[in-house]
């Protein structure tokens, strides 16, 4: 593989909240060093090691307090009955976190639903239908064969895992002959990180990442044939349906991209993406010399990524979050403590740096309302 971008000392896990500035700073810590594969296009992080990134211990999810992701997640939801007639039926979710998706699915198409996650908190989700409902704490394996039902989803957990042909074949070994199962799976798009030099959106724990001819290739590669496949979400998230086959598929999806367009595009962010760190520096730089009070809003991984890579400091006051269950925390890193929006009442921001820009509306409107007009500055 090919090294193409190197982030040292970073967070082995960007997810996790913690209780003080002390403990947020000195957690563990290590390099990702990305390496490019010129024959397939993969790309991932050749010094990651799964030793250290523990999943057992679950973060408030930031996405499912903004009605514009949970409208997606709906939408999503409903796509996958609808196509595939998925109603009075199993569904297996892999890496469910706290199960609110499985439970829309459940939900809508009145189905049967198995949640596994090794930081799922069983009894923690108020269903409707907790009858349909059974999470199971533990990593996913073959011993969860008979689990595998209708539908197989798998959401934001493919980049997470290092062995990621070894995980896609062994679902397809547990499947069997059962042509008519459904497998959905969501992962970040990554040649959207490239093309935008999105720095923010690389870090420790996500270490495979996919555009879509690649994640094509390894679909293909482990017997299974292509039945959908698109960007959503602003074109942030890869989404993959597909079916079961005898033998490795040859038929290549008209959306997939090219090896070669992949590596231009790698090629490009090598070039860009010192320049835009160093540019970020810079504005930090001139905010703190001209005393601007400056918070950043939303405290997800993208937040770590943007934080631990700029070394922020001082120039970067608070982070502000709408999930109340992260209010109070400190995340990983640089240490900086977690808000209720409801504190820039009294804080009064000059300065408001949006980690994703897709809230940009719902950000104007809750400052708005507290009569707040700060200069928001979107990541992009």
């Known amino acids: 593989m090919k090294v193409f971008y190197e982030a040292h000392n970073v967070p082995i896990n960007s997810c996790l909240l913690f209780s003080s500035n002390k403990e947020a700073i000195n957690f563990s810590r290590g390099d990702v060093i990305l390496g490019f594969c010129s024959t397939c296009g993969f790309i991932t992080n050749i010094a990651y090691d799964s030793s250290k990134v523990d999943y057992s211990t679950l973060a408030p999810e930031e996405q499912g307090s903004s009605t514009t992701f949970n409208a997606f997640a709906t939408r999503l939801a409903r796509r996958l009955i609808e196509t595939y007639n998925i109603k009075n039926k199993k569904v297996l979710?892999?890496?469910?976190?706290?199960?609110?998706?499985?439970?829309?699915?459940?939900?809508?198409?009145?189905?049967?639903?198995?949640?596994?996650?090794?930081?799922?908190?069983?009894?923690?989700?108020?269903?409707?239908?907790?009858n349909n409902l059974l999470f199971i704490r533990d990593y996913f394996s073959a011993k969860?064969?008979?689990?595998?039902?209708?539908?197989?989803?798998?959401?934001?957990?493919?980049?997470?895992?290092?062995?990621?042909?070894?995980?896609?074949?062994?679902?397809?070994?547990?499947?069997?002959?059962?042509?008519?199962?459904?497998?959905?799976?969501?992962v970040p798009d990554t040649s959207r990180i490239l093309k935008e030099v999105a720095f923010w959106d690389i870090y420790y724990e996500h270490c495979s990442y996919f555009t879509l001819g690649s994640i094509s290739r390894l679909f293909r590669l482990n017997k299974f044939k292509i039945e959908y496949l698109k960007k959503d979400y602003f074109n942030q998230y890869l989404l993959i349906d597909s079916k079961p086959l005898n033998n490795p598929s040859q038929k290549i999806h008209n959306l997939e991209e090219s090896v070669e367009l992949t590596a231009k595009n790698v090629l490009e962010f090598t070039i860009n993406s010192q320049k835009k760190i160093k540019k970020w520096k810079n504005l930090l730089n001139q905010i703190q010399k001209k005393k601007k009070k400056t918070i950043v809003w939303g405290s997800g991984s993208?937040?770590?990524?943007?934080?631990?890579?700029?070394?922020?400091?001082?120039?970067?006051?608070?982070?502000?979050?709408?999930?109340?269950?992260?209010?109070?925390?400190?995340?990983?890193?640089?240490?900086?403590?977690?808000?209720?929006?409801?504190?820039?009442?009294?804080?009064?921001?000059?300065?408001?740096?949006?980690?994703?820009?897709?809230?940009?509306?719902?950000?104007?409107?809750?400052?708005?309302?507290?009569?707040?007009?700060?200069?928001?500055?979107?990541?992009?």
């Not at 209708?150 to 042509?179: A, P």
């Not at 507290?370 to 500055?377: S, T």
């Open 93 to 130: 979710e892999i890496g469910c976190g706290r199960g609110t998706f499985l439970e829309l699915l459940c939900t809508i198409g009145k189905n049967h639903g198995v949640g596994i996650d090794p930081s799922t908190i069983t009894g923690e989700l108020k269903s409707t239908i907790p």
């Open 302 to 380: 993208k937040c770590v990524g943007f934080m631990t890579t700029l070394n922020v400091k001082n120039e970067i006051d608070y982070i502000v979050d709408i999930n109340p269950l992260r209010h109070g925390k400190f995340i990983p890193g640089v240490g900086k403590q977690i808000m209720s929006p409801t504190f820039l009442s009294s804080y009064k921001p000059d300065i408001v740096i949006v980690m994703n820009p897709v809230y940009l509306e719902e950000i104007k409107k809750d400052l708005s309302s507290m009569k707040l007009f700060p200069k928001l500055i979107p990541c992009n």
């Open 144 to 186: 969860y064969k008979k689990c595998l039902g209708d539908l197989v989803c798998c959401r934001h957990t493919l980049e997470h895992i290092y062995e990621t042909t070894d995980f896609i074949k062994s679902i397809r070994q547990m499947i069997g002959n059962k042509y008519s199962t459904i497998s959905f799976f969501e």
